[in-house]
């Protein structure tokens, strides 16, 4: 039975050939993903054409058109290279995780990212993922890495790009400091030790000028590099930070938090993107990812009004000042 089925079938590399310029319609990009050459895949189509005695290509003005005959067999045969490529991967998924390297800011990989894993590895057991922290932009010809969170989006050129989220920045203290400071109204954070963020968009200076306050030219209290430390300095009460509610949402949920005062203006920003190659972003393991990423609603971009979980921790007391 096998050996009359192979009979009735064209050699499997014609069959490769004639798929790949189908759906390209391109002798030049099926060669570039066969990697063969063009005349090697013009050669495998003629064996096909001559296997079924019909013409399958015309060529017009550099332009590749399937043949009414051509049209009706690559109809016939997608499918069946589709079975093929879901079932390939099916084997190799079970016999083996498949690895999903994932770059991401330091900040967000340690304040939003890790806190959420287990959520994604549960609902992905077939997946062994490895997380590098680092503000380092990613060299995707040179390093292993499938996708990339990244602060800014500067060097993105030939790669797919997507905002990942709009982060309000608010002031952000522990309850204890908050309550030792009597801390109610915005000027009162003029006598207060502040966090300063050295990397954030918004500083303590236009953020006091955004609520009429007259700021010290100098503004005392520590410097961090990193939102996460900032963040830490301030749920350990050494002052007040200002910093991205969207960062903030475990403390904020754990009341580790609290937002002392409300903002006149908003501080909105997006500083966080999903970078990758086009051709990864057909891997069904980075596609998984993406998706897990927008089933949190902090993660879509799009909604009318910023995402800000500092809402939820703002402290009673009288505003504005």
Known sequence: MRERLLSRMPPLRALAAFEAVARNRSFSRAAAELNVSV????????????FLAAKLFKRLNRRVLLTEAGELYFAA????????????????????????VVRAAPSLATKWLMPRLADFLAACPDLDLRLDASNEKTDFLRDAVDLELRFGKEGCAGL???????????PLASPSFVERHGLTRS?????VPLIHSVKAPSDWAT???????RAPARLRGPHFDRSYMALDAAR??????????????????????????????????TLYWFVCPFEKLERDAVQRFRRWLRDHPEMRNGDDAPTSAARAGTAPGPEPA
Not at 77 to 100: C, G, K
Not at 207 to 213: E, M
């Open 160 to 170: 797919f790009v997507e905002p990942l989220c709009r982060e309000a920045f608010v």
């Open 77 to 100: 045969i997608s499918a069946s290279f589709e079975a093929m490529a879901d079932a390939t991967e099916s084997v190799n998924r079970h016999r083996s995780p498949q690895m999903l």
């Open 39 to 50: 005349s090697a895949v013009s050669q495998q189509v003629k064996v096909l054409e001559g």
């Open 207 to 213: 953020w006091f000028a955004a609520n009429g306050l």
């Open 236 to 269: 350990d009460g050494i002052g007040v930070a200002l910093e991205s509610g969207i960062l903030a949402q475990a403390d904020l949920a754990s009341g580790a938090l609290i937002s002392p005062v409300v903002s006149r203006q908003s501080f909105v920003h």
């Open 187 to 191: 000027e009162h954070l003029l006598r």
